[in-house]
Nanobody
Framework: VQLQASGGGVVQAGGSLRLSCAAS????????MGWFRQAPGKEREFVAA????????HYADSVKGRFTISREGAKVTVYLQMNALKPEDTAVYFC??????????????????????WGQGTLVTVSS
């Protein structure tokens, strides 16, 4: 089971990017998925999460109203649409899958400890 993140790049402040995370492995259809990020010299932080069926989403306050998480397909691709980007959004972005099925740990969506599968990360750089 693997997660492959893509879509990072360099963008000016105020611009947009869409990150994608392709999951291989049949159990991802039943797992909540999330995006985290880590800026240089900082700890990993939660960005957004979505339940296994796409019915609920959760966002960090810092990205609420600017970022949108979505998912599609039985094979599972998870997207993070990022609008109105700011220099402080610069980081390596990681997609991840929760270990529990059917979002039973959804109440801990922002806790990286409930995610047991991680992608390799994609770098987003926002220039001012």
């Amino acid at each position: 089971v693997q997660l492959q993140a893509s879509g990072g790049g360099v963008v000016q402040a105020g611009g947009s990017l869409r990150l994608s995370c392709a999951a291989s492995g049949h159990t991802f259809s039943y797992r909540a998925m999330g995006w985290f990020r880590q800026a240089p010299g900082k700890e990993r932080e939660f960005v957004a999460a979505i339940t296994w069926n796409g019915g609920s989403t959760h966002y960090a306050d810092s990205v609420k109203g600017r970022f949108t998480i979505s998912r599609e397909g039985a094979k599972v691709t998870v997207y993070l649409q990022m609008n109105a980007l700011k220099p402080e959004d610069t980081a390596v972005y990681f997609c991840a899958a929760q270990s529990a099925l059917y979002s039973t740990t959804w109440y801990r969506a922002s806790d990286w400890g409930v995610y047991d599968r991680w992608g390799q990360g994609t770098l987003v750089t926002v220039s001012s």
